[in-house]
């Protein structure tokens, strides 16, 4: 362990400017290596960070996540209304429960377990409580690509209202560490997390976890804040074998940037060496905010990395209470520059309740599909009988292999003939767990639908009818294998739709 100190560690809190010159202040002493190690970030004097992000990573890795092709486009193709998902208790007392300080802070899915896991993190307060959780999420698909919706039923209007299976269930914690009771908002490279911790007696600090070892693991090393505060952390592998971590001090106003001195974090070897400070103040006034969660992700083409920030607020647009994610360019070239990109504003209910609040948990995950998906918490808990809420932000083409698989086939309804507002999706798969005779049933849809998108094999359809129960006029969407998309004004079928079933040629 390196400790900086304590005039220079002063210092490098002052500024950028500060941060650089002290580049000559070399550690007091050198300690054993203990188990956590703790990092407090030795100087680096100029940024030297690779080239971009690592293209290389395959799905199932331990480490690192896949890349995007296409980053922006990916992002704005993100559907702004999401599926509703929700998960249990189990064993725990979660104590996020309104009124109170506590709630809801970051969420990840892992690689593991075929990317049936997600890690939430919390602030707890009890006296033996916990940071985070993890939930196994048993019922949904094996393959890592998107969870579709838990909470359909034939017999219940709404999702909103319907219970989680019981599978879906949180079974292990991470305690509460030396005092420190805030989790903030996190991210996994593959199955290693880094969740950043706070209200602690001393600085602000990233724990590191391994869920390739164990399902409880406890962290195997520390990186240690120039602040009181650390409210997100961001990690990524870059192209040349190094990790990328960045620390967020309060609403992400300052970026502590740090790189690994080893190409596999986990080596008792590696230290996490302090290379720079961003600053909110270097982006223009109106292209930053205070965010909750940032995650990094790599663009395939061109190993660029980006981070995308979720928050209430659209930034210089928007009202406050409203759900944002905004994406942001990173360039690491000497100093890391970050360059605003694009926002999207997305929504946290359909028809019924607020099921989601990205001034929680948010957090973006990358499947073997390569495609984008943000997932997002409420802040509490208050979701039918004591479970947990939270929203499915997928693409709007939302599986690639729905061209020869019907399994994987889906026809998607919007309110709006632009594609936008509210809608649902008519996956194959789920063919049994909706009342589709009756759109009434079918988070009150009835009459409308004004535009779809569909993706369906060769040899099946779906029919699409004007009254319910299968009656009255109809139109078919055929399939060829192809994605499609129409305004159904076109056909003179706006607003009419009342029953939908699959049906083969």
Known sequence: MHRIPRRCASAMALSLAGLLSLAGCGPEAREPAAAPRESTGGVASALALGTGGDTSCVWGSPDCNLCIPDVPLRFQQLRDHGEVLGFHPGPFN???????????????????????????????????????????????????????????????????????????????????????????????????????????????RIALYDYNASLTPSPFAYVQGLTSNAGTASLAKLSDGHSLLLLGHFDAKALEVFRSTESDIRSAANQWQRVDLWEASELPQGEWGAFQNLNLVTDCNDS????????????????????????????????????HVA??????????????????????????????????????????????????????????????????????????????DRGFIFDSEDQGLKNWARFDDVDAFNDKASAVRWCIPPGQRVRLYGDSNYKGSYKDLVGDGLLHEVNLNSWSFGDKVSSARWLAF
């Open 304 to 339: 660029q990395l980006y981070l995308v920030g979720t928050r209430l607020g659209g930034l210089r647009w928007g009202a406050v209470s409203d759900d944002y994610a905004h994406l942001y360019r990173v360039h690491l070239d000497g100093h890391m520059r970050l360059e």
């Open 343 to 420: 926002s999207k504003h997305l929504y946290c209910s359909n028809d019924g309740s607020r099921q989601c609040n990205l001034d929680a948990a948010a957090g973006v995950f990358v499947g073997p599909d390569r495609g984008l998906i943000l997932y997002a918490t409420e802040h509490a808990d208050d979701g039918p009988s004591s479970t947990v809420k939270l929203m499915e932000f997928r693409g709007i083409w939302a599986d690639p292999l729905c061209r020869t698989d019907l399994q994987r086939a889906y026809v998607d309804f919007y309110d709006d003939s632009d594609f936008s």
């Open 94 to 204: 979660l104590n996020v429960a309104y009124p109170g300080g506590n709630h809801w802070q970051g969420i990840q899915r892992l690689a593991m377990g075929s990317g049936r896991y997600l890690v939430v993190s919390k602030r707890d307060d009890a006296p033996v409580g916990n940071v985070g959780h993890l939930v196994h999420m048993s019922t949904r698909n094996g393959e890592g690509r998107r969870f579709r919706s838990n909470r359909l039923s034939p017999t219940i209007q709404q999702p909103e209202d319907t219970l989680p299976p019981g599978g879906d269930v949180a079974v292990a914690a991470l305690p509460v560490l030396d005092g420190y009771r805030h989790g903030g908002g996190m991210q996994a490279a593959g199955n290693l997390l880094a969740l950043p911790m706070e209200e602690g007696p001393g600085p602000g």
